[in-house]
């Protein structure tokens, strides 16, 4: 069973920035396309960002393009999503997720492993 902790939450005021992490138990990271999904209170689940397991694509919502970056470290079976310029309405749990040799799509029935989600707030 894969496990996926996300960290780096917290509360900020608009225009910081934030760097969330996702660490993967076991084997098998540098196959995984690695997403970042976020769900704010009374809104669906929405995607922010993905990373295909080859590394070669790379995609974001477009209302966090420009500001957002995903990035990988195989060696440290690690995922991140660095988030600049943050504004309140990014205020979100962010969860991580994980699909099998992916191609880092924006669905999330594409993905089949989450974390349990990081808080982030950001105050105006």
């Known amino acids: 069973q894969v496990q996926l902790v996300e960290s780096g939450g917290g509360l900020v005021q608009a225009g910081g920035s934030l760097r969330l992490s996702c660490t993967t138990s076991?084997?098998?990271?540098?196959?995984?396309?690695m997403a970042w999904f976020r769900q704010a209170p009374g809104k669906e689940r929405e995607f922010v960002a993905a990373?295909?397991?080859?590394?070669?694509?790379?995609n974001y919502a477009d209302s966090v393009k420009g500001r957002f970056t995903i990035s990988r470290d195989n060696a440290r079976n690690t995922a991140y999503l660095q988030m600049n310029t943050l504004e309140p309405e990014d205020t979100a749990v962010y969860y991580c997720?994980?699909?099998?040799w992916g191609l880092g799509a924006p669905s999330g029935v594409s993905y089949n492993y989450w974390g349990q989600g990081t808080q982030v707030t950001v105050s105006s």
């Open positions: 997720a994980a699909d099998p």
């Open positions: 076991g084997r098998g990271f540098s196959t995984y396309a």
């Open positions: 990373y295909s397991w080859s590394g070669v694509n790379r």
